[in-house]
């Protein structure tokens, strides 16, 4: 009892931490598709704006924590992901992977390392996967544009009736020479186009079930 106990001050600690940094400005609501509603706000400090994309799914906790937080599940990952490589991986704890990506030319290649935490309140069942860059693991190389500054957060509530309340937050600083106006402008359809892709797989793994 007491293990748990202190796992779930850890879990609140680490949640107002975050909360506490994510939260200086608020969220602009920009559009609604597919019953995905997409947020941006403003980085202190930087001309690049936040994304946010926030939907409901009538599903079953596995079916997302499947995707999300899974390393070893990513046929639904951007199709621009050129290559990725797991450097360490302990499920339901952490993640660490190097990842190229693909942009159109005439822009360069990027390429990152993230290191993922996972952590599960023990009395509510939410998930949180947090990703920041995970600097000086893999040399930096001269076809590509290393990510340095980066963050995403996954939230997976558990509600009633089998609803799954899925929030997806994450900044990203390509570098290199791109606009902030078209960076801005683009940005909003980043958590649009990767909740469609886990809205439409655990859609069809629910028919598969029934």
Known sequence: MKRYYLSGIWILFFNLVIIGN???????????????KVYTRKEKNSSLKSF????DLKTQMEQVCLL??????????????RGIKVLAYEKDKYIQYYLIYHVPWPLTD??????????????????????????????????????????????????DNGIIHLILEGYVDPGGS???????????DTPLNILRGIQ???TVNQGEER
């Open 68 to 81: 999300v937080g899974n390393v070893t599940n990513t046929s639904w990952w951007d199709e621009n992901v």
């Open 178 to 188: 791109v606009p902030a106006w078209l960076y801005n402008m683009v940005i909003t």
């Open 22 to 36: 994510l939260s200086a400005q608020s969220w602009d609501f920009i559009k609604e598709r597919d019953g995905i």
């Open 200 to 202: 439409k797989r655990v």
């Open 110 to 159: 990027r390429d990152l390392c993230v290191e993922s935490r996972i952590s599960t309140d023990p009395f509510t069942g939410q998930r949180i996967v947090y990703s920041v860059p995970l600097p000086d693991i893999i040399p930096e190389k001269l076809d590509f544009i290393r990510i340095k500054n980066y963050w995403q957060r996954w939230t997976i509530q558990p509600r």
């Open 52 to 55: 946010m994309g926030v939907v």
